[in-house]
């Protein structure tokens, strides 16, 4: 078991945007996590990685428990994420803010060690002819890549992938599910938040899928598709649909 | 060294040790004075650089380290009688000691919340030095002409004083270069550029933004013992001078922030237009203005400053200015 989140609950005034979430995960596991907007996913990623402390519950990371550990902290044992709303290091290089991120990660790496990382890693998502350009003149999908590219050059244990997807043409999106899978297969287990369906059905081991905060269903990506309290969560209760539909025909 | 090959390095050393040497032909005291001012502005833009221009924390009120210091400092030689290159230490770990007290808790606040309360450093310890007896409360401290005793007579002592600051100086230039190219400065620059992302990758901030504090408030405190055993006299109002804190801002900007050339050019370039001001009939009470309108127009049109513009203009000259 990599990591265990027990009964993490994180309330913001009065809201609750994370309530009582349990769930494990293995190594080498690829988890989808699913849920409407505003559902909780990315507080509860925010909690994981330590921008925000839970109110409630604990988080165990290798067997260590995190749970109120600053994001640096939680970062140098192992834990990489990407951000949903992407956050480039606008004024230094692509390959500045890789190697930021292998300086800083798990091994703590040299500058020398790191910045060979960073080329690695770069050619692994596709960026490397853009290496010495500036940040900041990347487009989206070239930022969501360095998104990656810096979460995996710190060699993390486990990442954290929010929403790496949305923004992208079809194209782009085979392009990082391509990447994704190669990750994957690197030992690397990953927890993604996504919306496009058909990307996180097809990746997934497992899915959970949070609502209102909540967590309403977990297990296999086909049992949770045909789940009828996700199917409500998405589309509103298909009973009352057919109900609302009689009495207007009556 | 690999590092001594970098023109990057060695381009800003040249240039200040060229400056430097210069007065030492022929003796001559005035142009030594001119020269002191340029070396001194120099290292005290290139000091507030690595808070500045690396970090991205802009501190109004740096000059409190060149005041205490210089208190510090002053007072060693005069009352207690030590020797200048002494005091000199005690002027940088005092003002050090200051930096790392303060750090983790003002360098909580970021932004316009964190240059206030620069100021408000500044400010409070001028206050405190006012009420301290025996740093001559709000009347100063003056130097005993015998003291000069010591270092061979008063000629000897200001041509003392003018080598340590040169030496100072180049030293300043070093260790901001070695910051901008370490792990350390990556992280500093890291921080600059998104604080919070910074952290998720490990950065950790806390630390790393109070160690480029004390770093950057250590050599003003030197300085500070330098310039006003040269002055000797000490005053509040002389010593914790906010406008000389802009000037300093102004100075970095112009050069070009968060490069290793820029505050050099930037203080040197800075300095001569003072002069020319001060000298002028039209300008001479109206210096502050021109720097005011200065800093805003290298805001509003080259926010990079003068090497940061040259770098992104031309390619090739990435190599060689740093």
Redesign the interface.
């Known amino acids: 078991m990599i990591l265990q989140v027990d009964n993490v609950t994180k309330q913001f005034g009065g809201l609750t945007a994370v309530k009582n979430v349990t769930f494990g995960l293995e190594e080498g596991e690829i988890l989808g996590l699913l849920g409407p907007n505003g559902a909780g996913k990315t507080t509860l990623f925010n909690c994981l990685?330590g921008?925000y402390a839970p109110t409630m519950g604990r988080i165990i990371f290798r067997g260590q428990d995190v749970t109120g550990y600053?994001?640096?902290r939680v970062?140098?044992l192992g834990l990489?994420?990407t951000?949903q709303i992407v956050?480039?290091?606008?004024?230094?290089s692509v390959r500045?803010n890789v190697?930021?991120?292998a300086?800083?990660?798990?091994e703590?790496l040299?500058?020398r060690a790191?910045t060979r990382v960073a080329d690695e890693v770069l050619e692994l998502v596709g960026l490397h002819e853009r290496s010495h350009q500036l940040a900041s003149s990347l487009n989206v999908a070239q930022k969501k890549r360095l998104e990656m590219a810096?979460a995996l050059a710190?060699h993390p244990y486990l990442l954290l992938l929010d929403e790496v997807l949305a923004g992208l043409n079809t194209a782009e999106v085979m392009g990082m599910l391509a990447t994704i899978r190669k990750i994957c297969e690197r030992g690397v287990t990953i927890i993604m938040i996504e919306h496009i369906m058909h990307a996180i059905m097809n990746l997934s081991h497992r899915i959970l899928v949070l609502n209102y905060g909540e967590l309403i269903a977990q297990g296999a990506p086909a049992e949770v598709a045909q789940d009828p309290v996700v199917i409500e969560a998405y589309l509103g209760n298909p009973e009352m649909a057919e109900k609302l539909l009689e009495e207007e025909e009556i | 060294m690999s590092a001594w090959r970098q023109p990057g390095l060695w381009l800003p050393l040249l240039l200040v040790a060229a400056a430097a040497i210069w007065p030492a032909f022929g003796n001559n005291a005035s142009l030594r004075e001119t020269i002191f001012t340029m070396l001194m502005s120099v290292a005290l833009a290139s000091s507030l650089n690595i808070l500045l221009g690396y970090t991205g924390y802009v501190n109004f009120g740096s000059i409190v380290f060149f005041g205490l210091g210089g208190y510090l400092g002053f007072y060693t030689v005069s009352a207690l009688g030590w020797h200048l290159l002494l005091a000199v230490p005690i002027g940088g770990v005092a003002a050090a000691t200051l930096a790392l007290l303060l750090g983790s808790a003002v360098l909580r606040l970021r932004g316009a919340y964190f240059a206030l309360a620069t100021i408000g450093i500044n400010e409070a310890m001028k206050a405190l030095v006012i009420n301290l007896d025996f740093l001559g409360g709000p009347t100063g401290m003056n130097l005993n002409f015998s003291i000069y005793q010591e270092y061979g007579g008063p000629a000897q002592a200001l041509w003392l004083t003018y080598w340590a600051l040169a030496v100072i100086t180049l030293l300043v230039i070093v260790v901001s270069y070695l910051v901008k190219k370490s792990k350390f400065g990556l992280g500093l620059m890291a921080i600059r550029e998104d604080e919070d992302a910074a952290e998720v990758m490990g950065v950790v901030a806390p630390r790393a933004k109070t160690t480029a504090y004390v770093i950057s408030a250590f050599f003003p405190g030197l300085i500070g013992v330098l310039f006003f055993f040269k002055n000797g006299i000490i005053e509040p109002e002389s010593a914790f001078r906010l406008h000389l804190s802009v000037e300093l801002l102004v100075m970095v900007m112009l050069g070009g922030a968060g490069t290793v050339l820029g505050p050099v050019l930037g203080a040197a370039f800075y300095q001569r237009l003072r002069g020319l001001l001060l000298t002028s009939e039209l300008f001479k009470n109206t210096q502050l203005v021109v720097a005011g309108v200065l800093l805003l127009l290298i805001v509003l049109f080259i926010p990079a400053g003068a090497v940061g513009w040259l770098r992104h203009r031309f390619a090739p000259l990435r190599r060689l200015l740093e």
């Open positions: 990685n921008v600053r994001p640096y970062a140098r990489a994420r951000h956050r480039p290091l606008n004024e230094l500045e190697v930021v991120g300086c800083y990660g798990r703590g040299g500058l790191a810096r710190s």
